[in-house]
């Protein structure tokens, strides 16, 4: 009686039309639920989609912590109270057909799968914004839980028509935001696919800021990306492992002698067509390869003792190209 | 961080809804012929926009709300998403069959707020002083009291 009460008061509050449901409302709803001595689709819906929607409001206004523990509810709820469950299906398709003129044919299996692949669609929709946003911490859970609503076949079928990836790129600069671009190719490598062409982007990414804090002489960042390059590529790992020996003093020496060599300084003045950064590289990476070569090892001191010798042979290299 | 858009197609709670396009309050109570009565309503009211365009972005709209309410299949995945306040007055008669015949229910606090008497302003208009004048009068003749029933019915056996 004191449910039936309550249940009133809230039906004649809300009346026929009003579908903004308020905290207490749910509250209510769970209550019932709770206690409860057998299951109630129209309950059990009610939560979900109750729990559902006040997540998918606070995703949409950029509050996912808050979202966070509605978006649990709601998936428990479909987890545990609606998927697969037979019963749930038929009763709901049964209620949903009385006194329709129109009849829904979909069998309970079918229903289910396209209620779930809705619900994964807009876990996926909102991971697409986010990433759109470059937000890819916060997108990261919402695959997850398109992922366990629906399994990750369909959360990647369901992505390719949610999120246009193209449109996120075409804001990205390659040459400005490099890492921008990166970290994106990483995010989707690491959490949606392992696609090779990932792997080529990321290579590209990774060895172009290399290059640039190279030039910038900040040699651990350098390293860094030498790595991150290494992941996909054999010769890179080779040059990561040659370079944390060569060590960040060194590299900096490298570059700053270098910058000071006259006949660096001649061959860039004649050759403006040429890229002065890959240059800078290819140095560092012969460097690099003739640690083991240059009796007593490179140190600050041999490094301007072999620049000349290193330069010709990098400039020819460049020449031939 | 502000609002997000989201694709609309996988937005279940995206507004408008089918039901708001075709202006159907009670959306998911609507018959095949409410849906279809409000869509040519709505239809109507769309020949009247000026811009053609704007018209032809309209009557599309209304064309798709319509196709897809029409659908079982595809209306079942938007009705799933809908949470309307009848849930509330739905569980309260699933609750109140619950209980036993002789107990007695609150059935004055819970259906009076829920539908309130008509008191048929409506039918008045706005401005009754306007139509002084503007109507016939009526030929008729009028009794301040009623005749007696009882003499009503006989007078009907004698003719």
Same mark, same amino acid.
């Given at each position: 009686m004191r449910h039936f009460h309550r249940l009133a008061a809230a039906a004649a509050e809300r009346g026929g039309g009003s579908a903004d449901l308020e905290e207490t409302d749910l509250d209510l709803l769970a209550e019932l639920d709770r206690e409860s001595d057998r299951v109630d689709p129209l309950l059990v819906r009610s939560l979900m989609i109750a729990y559902h929607r006040r997540a998918c409001e606070l995703a949409l206004s950029g509050n996912h912590r808050g979202a966070q523990r509605y978006w649990d509810r709601a998936h428990e709820f479909w987890d *545990?109270?609606?998927?697969?469950k037979t019963a749930f299906w038929g009763e709901y398709v049964a209620s949903y057909n009385?006194?329709? *003129?129109? *009849?829904? *044919?979909?069998?309970p299996d079918e229903l289910q799968r396209r209620i779930g692949r809705r619900m994964a669609g807009l876990c996926v929709s909102i991971c697409g914004g986010l990433i759109e946003e470059q937000e890819m911490q916060a997108a990261r859970p919402y695959w997850e839980m398109a992922c366990a609503v629906g399994g990750s076949d369909l959360a990647r079928e369901v992505f390719g028509e949610a999120v246009n990836l193209d449109a996120v790129l075409s804001r990205l600069d390659p040459n400005r935001n490099p890492a921008a671009i990166y970290d994106l190719y990483r995010f989707l490598y690491d959490t949606i696919e392992r696609k090779e062409v990932y792997e080529k982007i990321m290579l590209e990414m990774a060895y172009r800021q290399a290059v640039r804090e190279l030039n910038r002489d900040n040699p651990g960042d350098f390293i860094r990306h030498i790595v991150q390059a290494g992941e996909f590529n054999a010769n890179f790992r080779v040059l990561a492992e040659k370079l944390r020996r060569l060590g960040n003093a060194v590299i900096s020496a490298i570059v700053a002698c270098f910058n000071a060599n006259a006949l660096a300084r001649t061959f860039r003045e004649a050759n403006r067509e040429l890229d002065d950064e890959e240059a800078l590289f290819s140095v560092v990476w012969v460097y690099a390869n003739s640690i083991d070569s240059v009796a007593g090892g490179i140190n600050t001191w041999t490094v301007p003792r072999i620049m000349d010798q290193i330069l010709v042979m990098v400039y020819k290299d460049l020449l031939k190209k | 961080m502000g609002v997000m858009e989201l694709n609309g197609k996988f937005n279940?709670?995206?507004? =408008? +809804?089918p039901y708001d396009i075709l202006g159907l309050k009670d959306g998911t109570a609507a018959t095949t012929r409410d849906i279809g009565r409000a869509c040519n309503d709505q239809r109507k009211k769309a020949? +009247?926009?000026?811009d053609t365009a704007e018209r032809a972005k309209r009557m599309k709209e209304l064309d798709e709300a319509k196709a897809q309410l029409l659908r079982p299949e595809d209306r079942v995945l938007l009705d799933f998403f809908i949470l309307g306040g009848q849930v509330f007055v739905e569980l309260c008669c699933r609750y109140g069959q619950?209980? =036993? %015949?002789?107990e007695k229910l609150p059935v004055d606090e819970v259906l009076g707020p829920l539908y309130p008497p008509r008191r048929?302003?409506? @039918? @008045?208009?706005? %401005?009754?002083?306007? @139509?002084v004048g503007e109507l016939r009068p009526l030929d008729l003749e009028f009794f301040d009291e009623p005749r007696d029933p009882a003499r009503l019915a006989l007078t009907a056996i004698d003719l």
């Open positions: *545990q109270r609606i998927h697969k009385q006194g329709q *003129q129109r *009849q829904l *044919q979909l069998g | 279940p709670y995206r507004r =408008p +809804t020949r +009247t926009i000026p619950k209980f =036993p %015949a002789d048929y302003d409506d @039918l @008045l208009p706005e %401005a009754p002083e306007k @139509l």
